[in-house]
């Protein structure tokens, strides 16, 4: 019986799966290709070697943004006018091709099985992944904005209907803000905000409604991988902060509307002398406690990479009850931060689905299928 098992009740079968990457004047890599096998998979090396860009490439493969960059034209190889990565994806049902290409301008395009996709959002559930870094501990003590795009990237690759809501949602914000800039000598203005304002609501209250769900389902799955790495030391407790006193997902969509709708106007002369928006979902955030203390301001840094760590497995069981078989799980780093106990529970909790995961050495048992990469070059050695 895994530790997996133990925690979530259920059994894991490997359903998605990565079967072969290839790139090309991606990062520093001109040409490589490498397969990945069932289970645990392990690209070790010297730092700066290049296997982070090798997760940052199936990244992209899933989310269509690099989880390191703004700017795509980055990941291009210096002095190439193109990158491309190439990877084939087994699901439960069938085989799929994912062709990416990256101009020198950053300009991203994007096949699956071959046919052109028109926009981003499109990605969205054909290949599901959770991604894992030290970096990630800004999930618990920085700003809000990390832990709602944390929840939005979690939401967005299980419920297109969310992805679809925030993108109208971020549009019509956007749109608000530019006329709180300019609103005086317009006599028209609040007429203009109270069709601005009836759209947040709308909007807004499905964001809010569907991130409740998320962060009830999320504590209860995040809390059990929490308590299990700290050793039953510690107790995580998640809730969702929100600018509407709503606090329960069971709560009726139209009354999220309407309390959001009724904050929304209320902050209107606050809006305007501020010059944008203060109420709504793009304000709000999550609570992290440990035993009964707010993690993002007393955690040591040892309780923030744990927080992390738990938020991301609970994220891996959230996606696999909602699609019905679990993402990649992608683990940059994670072991050097970690005693030799707590990797091999880490290591115990990832059996039964597809983990890459990326060291500088490997030492703990000949499990796992491994890619040795030298800057630039990445072999299969088993």
């Not at 990630?136 to 795009?149: A, T």
């Not at 006329?179 to 069709?195: F, S, Y």
């Not at 923030?304 to 991301?312: D, G, I």
């Not at 030492?363 to 030298?374: A, E, F, P, Q, W």
Request: hydrophobic fraction near 35%; charge should be positive.
């Amino acid at each position: 019986m895994y530790v997996v098992e133990k925690i979530c009740g259920v059994g894991y079968t490997v359903d998605m799966k990565i079967l072969s990457l290839e790139l090309n004047n991606f990062r520093n890599y001109k040409h490589v290709a490498v397969d990945f096998k069932d289970g645990l998979n392990i690209l070790y090396g010297k730092n700066a070697s290049g296997k982070t860009n090798m997760l940052e490439s199936v990244y992209l493969c899933s989310i269509f943004h690099s989880p390191r960059t703004t700017k795509d034209k980055e990941m291009v190889l210096i002095g190439e006018d193109k990158a491309t990565v190439s990877l084939v994806l087994q699901t439960k049902y069938k085989k799929q091709t994912i062709n990416l290409q990256i101009d020198e301008k950053g300009k991203k395009r994007v096949l699956v099985n071959n046919i052109p996709l028109n926009r981003a959002g499109e990605l969205f559930g054909v290949l599901g992944v959770v991604f894992f870094s030290p970096d990630e501990m800004k999930l618990v003590k920085e700003s809000p904005q990390e832990r709602r795009r944390f929840m939005d990237v979690g939401l967005s690759q299980q419920q297109r209907s969310y992805f679809s809501a925030l993108q109208r949602y971020n549009k019509t914000v956007k749109q608000k803000n530019n006329l709180l800039k300019e609103w005086r000598g317009n006599r028209n203005i609040d007429d203009m905000l109270d069709v601005w304002d009836t759209c947040l609501a709308k909007e807004g209250a499905v964001i809010i409604s569907k991130r409740l769900a998320y962060i009830e389902t999320l504590n209860d799955a995040a809390s059990k991988f929490h308590t299990a790495i700290s050793s039953e030391k510690e107790k995580l407790v998640l809730s969702y902060e929100s600018t509407i006193k709503t606090e329960s997902s069971k709560a009726d969509i139209s009354d999220i509307e309407k309390q959001l709708y009724e904050s929304i106007v209320s902050s209107r002369s606050k809006d305007k002398e501020l010059g944008y928006c203060t109420v709504g979902p793009h304000r709000d955030d999550i609570k992290i406690e440990i035993n009964g203390k707010d993690s993002r301001k007393f955690a040591s840094q040892g309780q923030q990479r744990t927080v992390a760590l738990a938020l991301k497995l609970g994220e891996v069981i959230i996606y696999k009850n909602e699609i019905g078989e679990p993402p990649i799980l992608l683990l940059d780093d994670v072991l050097s931060e970690l005693d030799i106990g707590r990797q091999k529970l880490l290591l115990e909790m990832t059996e039964g689905f597809q983990t890459i995961l990326t060291c500088t050495e490997y030492t703990l048992d000949d499990k796992g299928n491994r890619i040795h990469v030298s800057y630039g070059v990445a072999r299969n050695i088993n």
